[in-house]
């Protein structure tokens, strides 16, 4: 596609399960960002990715949350053992390869309500 | 550590009239600045950036920002607001010497008064 996807647009879970938030980056996008956006707040740093580089996990809040990327494509976010304060929406962004603070293309996020 | 105040979460201007839209950053290096912009029902898109080039910045839609490095200001203005500016506005900051990291503020709304 011509853009960031995220799957899916919203999810409403139970409190206590996992959660799988999915991100397809734009193609040829070597950089890919999850950012946490929770009611009144700004986009909090999760995680990033870059080319065969190892993660950058500095922003993940906890051991409950983890990410993983299939080479330069898709990218998964998972949730263990969710808590409401996880309620939020998690975007997803990409850019191009090896162009520090070249623009991110985010997708339109995955609205999570952790019931 | 970096961070980014919006003063502000709602913004309202009349058509026509002047948007201005507060940043203040702070950082502990020279800062890369940044300008997203999210309409109703989509994702952010970049309206703008300061990359240490020239100190006065234009992005898209007739947006512009000042770097002011005395008041560690990157305000937003746009001389006469449109209908289609409504929107939200987040204000962001990343440390220039190897920081990928985006550090965004809470956002501003903004909302157009015909």
């Known amino acids: 596609g011509a853009g960031v996807s995220q799957s899916p647009s919203n999810k409403v879970t139970e409190k206590g399960k996992d959660v799988e938030l999915r991100c397809d980056p734009i193609?040829?996008?070597?950089?890919l960002y999850w950012y946490r956006q929770r009611l009144g707040q700004g986009l909090e740093f999760l995680i990033y990715?870059?080319?065969?580089?190892?993660?950058?996990k500095s922003g993940l809040p906890s051991d409950r949350f983890s990410a993983e990327r299939t080479g330069e494509s898709v990218s998964t976010l998972t949730i263990q053992r969710t808590q409401q304060e996880d309620s939020a929406v998690y975007l997803c962004?990409?850019?191009?390869?090896?162009?520090?603070?070249?623009?991110?293309?985010f997708g339109s996020g995955t609205q999570l309500s952790v019931l | 550590a970096q961070s980014v105040t919006q003063l502000g979460s709602h913004v309202s201007v009349s058509e026509g009239a002047l948007v201005l839209l507060r940043c203040n950053y702070s950082?502990?290096?020279?800062?890369?600045l940044f300008w997203y912009v999210q309409y109703p029902n989509q994702g952010l898109q970049l309206l703008l950036k300061?990359?240490?080039?020239?100190?006065l910045v234009k992005g898209i839609n007739g947006f512009e920002a000042e770097f002011k490095k005395s008041e560690t200001s990157f305000h937003l203005t746009k001389p006469s607001a449109h209908m289609s500016d409504a929107a939200e506005y987040f204000c962001?900051?990343?440390?220039?010497?190897?920081?990928?990291?985006?550090?965004f503020g809470t956002g501003t709304r903004l909302t157009i008064i015909p």
């Open positions: 962004a990409s850019s191009l390869a090896g162009r520090r603070l070249e623009k991110l293309f």
């Open positions: 950082s502990s290096v020279p800062p890369y």
């Open positions: 193609s040829g996008h070597t950089a």
């Open positions: 962001a900051v990343s440390e220039s010497f190897g920081n990928e990291k985006l550090t």
């Open positions: 990715f870059q080319g065969n580089s190892a993660p950058d």
């Open positions: 300061y990359t240490s080039a020239a100190t």
